[in-house]
Every structure is written in C-alpha cells, then in structure tokens.
C-alpha cells in the first residue's frame, strides 16, 4: 500500500484536509497527516508528501526533514463552495475584514473568492500583528480561524479551511495510480459539493432541480470554456479556456460585445438567439465544439463549450500548447467572402487540410495567407498539436536558420547555454507556417528540402539528427517557379512545397465580398450594426487596394477613430480614399485626375529615363493607359513604379520602396511605401524587377529595361 504524507501550517488546516483527502483515499493508501505548529517528528519519508501550501513546502525542504526520495506536490487550495452561501447574500459594495494568520495567506483567499465571482465584497487583509482595523469595519470573513478575529468586531463569517483544490486531488490520485479508479466517485463528489450549494441558495423545489441540471452541465464543461452575457449582448464572465477555443488573448473579453469577440457568425447567431435551453455543434479552433445555452432567472444567459472527442491527455497538450502561444486563431469559419474566387480557394484548402501534403500558398500581401495556414490547421488532423508561424522575410540567413532548426549550446557567440531547440522541433506533431518562403538563401532552401523528404532535423552546430513530425505550410506573394528559372529558388524545393496549392484572390478580384468584410470587421471592432452610407460601400469598391483585405481593415479602424456622426460617412474616409478618386483607384474606371497626376510628371520622369537610355520616355509617363505595358497587364501605377526606379538608378540611388515612395509623391502621384511594396510584388512576380536584401535595393532586370524600352518606342 503506498503511503502518502501530508503536511499543514496549522492543526487546524491539517485536520479539515486531512478528512477531505480521506475520503478521496477511501483507504487505498495510507495518509498521515502533520502540522508544522504541533512539531513534526522527524524525517517525512513516503510514496508522496503533500504540503499545504507553497510556504510549507517551502520551510519542510528548508528544514531538512525531507526524504530525499520522496515527491513533493504542493497543493492547490480554494474556497469550500458549501460555506458560501452567507457571503452571497452580502450587498454588493460591503466592506469586511478577512482574517488569517498571515498576510499572505489572506490575500490567497481574497484572490480566490475573487476567482469564483465573489467579488462584490470589499475585503481588507487582516492578521494578528496588525494596526486595530477601522471602526466602521464591523464585519469579518474568515477561513477557519475565528479566533484571529480582533475585538470589536461585531459578526463573523466563517467559510471553513480553504480545501484542495479540484486539480491538486486529481493529481493526487493520478501520482498513486488511483485516478482511473476513483474517477467516477471522485466527480460525484465535486458534484454533489455543489450540488448542496445549489440547494440551499434554491427556494423552491423545482427551482433545484432545474439549477441542479445546469450545474451538472457547467460542470462537465469546467475543462473547456464558459461564457456568460447579459440580454444585451456582452460578456460578463470569459473563461481562460474559453479564450483559447475563440482564439483571444488572455484577459480579454469581458465587458466587451459578443460579436466582437465571437468571430463564427454560426455561433454568434446561436449565442443571440432568444428562447429556451439549446444546444448545438460548431467548428471551433480545438475542433468540433458543443455548445449548449441556457437563460437564468436574474437574465444571465450561460453557454457551456465542451471540445468533442478529446481525451485527457489530448486536451493536456493543447493546454499547454495555448499556455506557450502554439496555437491556431482562426478556422475557416472566420474567412469572409461569398465570391467565388475565394469559394474556390477555401474548397481546395478544405480538401487539403484532410490530407498530410506540404502546402503553398500564393497571394499578395494582406490576403490573408496566415489566415488561410490558421484554418487549414484547425480542418486538418494536426488540429490538437501546436500551430507556428514565422516570417522569413524579416529575419537574416543566420537567424533564420537558428530559429527554424535550433542551436547547440556554444554553437555561436551568444548562444544560450543548453542551446536551444528551433520551431521545427516545437512543431512536432503539428504544423508550422513558413511566410515569404520566397526570401530564403540557397543554403536554408537545401536544409528545408531535407525536411520535408527525410522528416530529420540537425541543430546548428549539433551532430545529432532528431526526427520530427510536422507538416509545412509556405506561403509566398513571388513567381517561385520563374525565380527557379532563374537559378534563385531551388527547383526540387517548389515542387515538394508546391504538392498542394492555393492560390488567395486579390481584393480587386472579389470587390463584392467589400460589403461583407465592412460588416464583420465592424463587428470584430465592437462597432457591429453602425450604419454605413451606401456612398462609402460605393467608395471603397471602387479602390483598388494595393494592401488588400489588411488595407481595408486598417482604413475601417481609421474611419471608426475619427468619425464624427452616428455612422460612417465619406467624409470618414482616409484622404486617399475618398471620392474624387485618384490614381490609385482602379484603373478599370479611368479617372481623370489621375491621368492628369501622371501626365504632370512626365517631363521629370522623361528626362530620368533619356538618362538611363530610353529616349522615348515622355511618351510612356503622358500615355498611361496604352502600349505594350499596359497590353502586358501593368496597370499605371505599375509603370510609374517602373521610371521611379529607372530614374533612382540614373542618380546612383537606392531602390528601396521608401525611396520609390517619396519620389513617387514628389512627382504628384500619391503611392504610399505599402503600395509601392505592393507593386514591387506584382514586378517582381512578373520578372521586370529584381529585390536584394540590405543595400542592394530594388532594381529593373533586363525584362523590365525592355519592356520600357518598347513601350517607348526605344529599341
């Protein structure tokens, strides 16, 4: 028979959880109990020594009358639910000393009532060795000791000894092989601890009953998530697994808007709709999630979220995975859009989410690709292992092998020491998202393509090959087949990324998913319903939106910042933005004024490109909408770009987009550094641009000399 130990600061905390901890035993191990005020006896020896609190273990391993060989677990303690039921009743806004024997022991208690809702109370510290408490304070809350309580204090409130926890005795039984076996009773008791609390707070018998089967529901979704709201629709109480489930950060969520923080319309439908106890199924970030709503008589509602079909040691891991930040935000329930190009990108995602195959994803900057490697991991089988995203277009070679393969300790100058395993190996068993995959040097790519054949990893620096199960998602907004044409991405690389493929549309593709995305970024700002003029939906389908969906959102959070009315008007629009349209609408309506802009600057950018050799210049900037570039598929901004850079070189200049950028207004059109970056893209995709790292910038390639060249009429 195993034998555990327990060890109390006091007789009195030693006796209340001694007798719950029996009870839970129920004589499969032998427990003896101990308090570090009567003394303790000498060397504490066992299969596990239980010490009350962190103070306790603290002094028990200080003192030395630790056995070596034997595990300390240091318990977790709450507040017993079944003495409750007075501070309850309390009118919120009371003010009560709480009594203990330390300082920091009453604050754990505070903070535990707290935790459980009870937070109407305000409670003052109070311990012996204290100033005398006011006078106006003649209420005391304590747990377990009534005789701490100073004179003069006219009532006493005494909840009992904070118990262990619901976690600690779990553990407990698991560490001594019993949990399998008292599971069924160890649950009933929970149970029917609340259970009894329910009763007495319930006047009558039917209220019990029903209060009861709620509480048998909440109590089976503890491990997942729970979330109660008011009548009008915003978050009271979000639980830390809710906020997981609905991919939020921690702490956020109460006091603010269901629809804001409930990015699946299906569930948000569910969650507002009026009527009785329901119940329903929906695709959450863990998986397949039931949800069941009920309404209390104050008008709380409560909905309870439990995962399907995980088991415990599923959830363990996803537990953990959430508490590291490896987790996937979005599914595909969060893809906005009706129109059928992405209607098509989101059926082939869903099909390859089913399958093992490394993913490419090809789209311009802000389409949404993360989103896209988010939800394919949600669908997919990996959906309960970590989820990791890293962009290689921000990082150096060096860093970016280090951080996707690790390192040995003394591997570099500044490695930590034990070294330090990289995101392949912290995606095992999940999946990890490669972005701008396009930007990676000849030696990472080589590296990457053993990855993907062999599933081995090696540390820089390290001689041990470890094997890893992950599954590659890549995303890139470049031509990666025409960049291994050109010797620059390796070839066999994009074919084992590219097994399967998706393409994202462009915001310009599905102008009438605008009117949808306005409606769910509103909501996710908590602004949803505000009234939106028909001229701004017209406005912004109108744009051509060079930074795409991210672009649109950001101009929807501007608008909501500055605006002055009850809704959203074109006066709110961004300067850029707003009618009568410039340049950088779309070209499929011409617009005078930016005919006017470009032709404006066609003497400087004339001159520029006489320069660098193409004499024909001035005809190029004055006719924007003809010639072979535009019968290329380059829009005017595209070939703007294009003299701006061949102007920048003719000066010995730097090519970067910042640079691009300000002679781009300089010269009357207005193209800000993210729409230059975006039309750089569309170059570079197209093989008229070529872009190195540092201060190598951004230069035409031979292609784009010639196509300026003969749009020219310069040979």
Request: hydrophobic share 45%; glycine share 10%; aromatic share 6%.
């Amino acid at each position: 028979m195993k034998r555990v130990r327990l060890v109390a600061g006091s007789a009195n905390t030693k006796r209340e959880l001694e007798r719950q901890l029996a009870e839970y035993l129920e004589g499969a191990a032998e427990l003896v109990a101990y308090s570090m005020d009567a003394g303790l006896p000498g060397l504490i020896e066992g299969d596990l020594v239980v010490a009350s609190s962190a103070l306790v273990g603290d002094e028990l391993v200080a003192s030395g009358l630790l056995a070596p060989d034997a595990p300390l677990l240091v318990a977790r303690r709450t507040i017993d639910c079944a003495r409750l039921d007075l501070l309850v009743s309390l009118p919120p806004g009371t003010r009560a000393l709480f009594v203990n024997d330390r300082l920091e022991t009453a604050e754990a208690c505070i903070a535990a009532l707290a935790e459980l809702g009870l937070n109407s109370v305000d409670f003052v510290p109070w311990y012996p060795g204290c100033a005398p408490p006011p006078p106006d304070l003649a209420l005391a809350v304590t747990a377990g000791e009534s005789a701490l309580v100073p004179p003069g204090v006219a009532e006493t409130i005494d909840i009992g000894v904070r118990i262990l926890d619901f976690g600690t005795i779990a553990e407990i039984l698991a560490r001594l092989g019993l949990l399998e076996r008292e599971a069924g009773s160890f649950s009933r008791r929970y149970l029917s601890a609340l259970l009894a609390v329910a009763r007495r707070l319930a006047r009558a018998t039917e209220e019990t009953r029903r209060l009861n089967a709620h509480l048998s529901s909440v109590i089976d979704s503890l491990s997942h998530g729970i979330l109660v709201y008011d009548d009008a629709g915003r978050a009271i109480v979000v639980s830390e697994n809710l906020r997981s489930l609905l991919g939020l950060r921690s702490g956020e969520g109460p006091g603010r808007s269901l629809a804001s923080i409930v990015r699946n319309p299906a569930l948000l439908e569910f969650l507002e709709r009026p009527g009785p106890e329901e119940s329903g199924l929906f695709r959450l970030v863990e998986g397949e999630t039931l949800v069941s709503r009920f309404t209390t008589e104050g008008g709380s509602r409560i909905a309870a979220f439990r995962v399907e079909g995980r088991d415990e040691e599923g959830l363990r891991r996803a537990r953990e995975n959430r508490r590291r930040g490896y987790v996937a935000k979005y599914t595909f329930d969060d893809i906005a859009g009706e129109s059928e190009p992405l209607r098509r990108a989101k059926r082939v995602a869903l099909r390859l989410a089913a399958t093992e195959l490394a993913i490419l994803i090809h789209g311009e900057s802000g389409t949404g690709k993360e989103l896209f490697a988010s939800a394919i991991h949600a669908a997919s089988g990996r959906s309960g292992g970590p989820f990791l995203a890293i962009d290689l277009g921000a990082l150096s070679d060096d860093l970016i092998e280090s951080e996707l393969f690790g390192y040995e300790e003394g591997a570099f100058t500044g490695a930590k020491k034990g070294g330090k395993a990289g995101l392949f190996e912290l995606a095992d068993g999940g999946t990890l998202f490669l972005d701008e995959i396009g930007n990676v040097s000849p030696k990472v790519q080589k590296r990457l393509l053993r990855v993907l054949q062999e599933k081995e990893i090696l540390r820089v620096g390290g001689a041990e090959i470890r094997r890893v199960d992950v599954r590659v998602i890549a995303a890139t907004n470049d031509d990666l087949l025409e960049k291994a044409s050109r010797g620059e991405f390796r070839e066999d690389l994009y074919f084992r990324l590219k097994m399967g493929f998706i393409r994202i549309p462009h915001l310009r593709e599905r102008r009438g998913d605008i009117p949808l995305l306005v409606e769910r970024f509103l909501a996710l700002e908590g602004a949803r319903g505000l009234p939106v003029d028909p001229a701004v939906i017209e406005a912004l389908e109108a744009r051509d939106w060079p930074g795409n969906v991210r672009e649109l959102r950001n101009t929807l959070t501007y608008m909501l910042a500055v605006r002055e009315g009850m809704g959203l008007r074109l006066e709110d629009l961004p300067d850029e933005t707003r009618p009568p349209a410039r340049s950088s609408f779309s070209p499929a309506v011409p617009q005078e004024s930016a005919r006017t802009t470009a032709s404006g600057a066609s003497a400087a950018f004339a001159a520029a490109a006489a320069a660098a050799g193409f004499v024909g210049a001035a005809l190029f900037a004055a006719g924007l909408d003809a010639g072979p570039a535009a019968e290329a598929g380059l829009e005017p901004e595209d070939r703007f770009v294009l003299l701006a850079l061949a102007e920048l070189e003719t000066r010995g200049g730097h090519g970067g987009r910042e640079a691009v950028a300000a002679l781009c207004t300089a010269r009357g059109l207005a193209l800000g550094p993210g729409a230059v970056r975006a039309r750089f893209d569309r170059l570079a995709a197209r093989g008229y641009i070529v872009s190195h790292r540092g201060r190598g910038g951004t230069r035409l390639s031979t292609e784009g000399r010639k196509l300026i060249a003969s749009d020219t009429g310069c040979a």
